[in-house]
């Protein structure tokens, strides 16, 4: 992804969360798709990450099969969900895009799929009163998440990260 001239790229390194549920790890280094999830009954923030419609995949890769697929090329699971960007991440990602800030997010696979950073008591999403939700658990895929910023309303875009994010892990994962 390239930057215009009215444009800043930012790039956070992070994961793609659910796995356990969709079962699908995409190609790595394709640009996926990040789609604001309306109807998440438990998070009104959630925003899904979907391997990109059969128009838009490129030509060498359509009938790659990826890990997890049962045996499924690429082309029977275009448009189809991979999972979710983690929490308070994809607060900021709703944010960015339905004001404008963010013309658009890309997500990339990086290749490596670990179990979760968190404890096993800590392994379900909470939505809490404080300025920070508790991530879930579960198995995540390593991604980099690309944010294409607006240059003019880039320290607002910023501002919307650090408010979103605990600043330790957007200190150690973000690349402006």
């Not at 082309?75 to 960015?96: E, T, Y």
């Not at 404890?119 to 999403?125: G, I």
């Amino acid at each position: 992804m390239q930057a215009a001239d009215d444009e800043h790229l930012v790039k956070i390194s992070w994961s793609i969360k659910g796995y356990h549920a969709f079962h699908i790890r995409p190609p790595i280094n394709i640009d996926l798709n990040i789609e604001i999830e309306n109807n998440n009954r438990y998070d009104e923030n959630a925003v899904l990450v979907k391997i990109p419609d059969l128009v838009d995949l490129p030509e060498h890769v359509l009938n790659q099969l990826p890990e997890g697929s049962n045996q499924r090329p690429l082309r029977q699971l275009a448009g189809r969900p991979v999972g979710r960007v983690p929490a308070n991440v994809c607060k900021a990602f709703k944010q960015l895009l339905q004001t404008q800030m963010a013309k658009k997010v890309i997500c990339r696979y990086t290749g490596m799929a670990a179990p979760s950073r968190n404890p096993p008591s800590h392994q379900r999403f909470h939505r809490t009163n404080r300025i920070f939700d508790i991530p879930g658990g579960g198995a995540e895929l390593s991604c980099d998440y690309f944010i294409l910023i607006n240059k003019s309303h880039f320290r607002e875009a910023m501002r919307v990260l650090e408010n979103c994010i605990p600043f330790q892990d957007l200190d150690a994962r973000l690349s402006a």
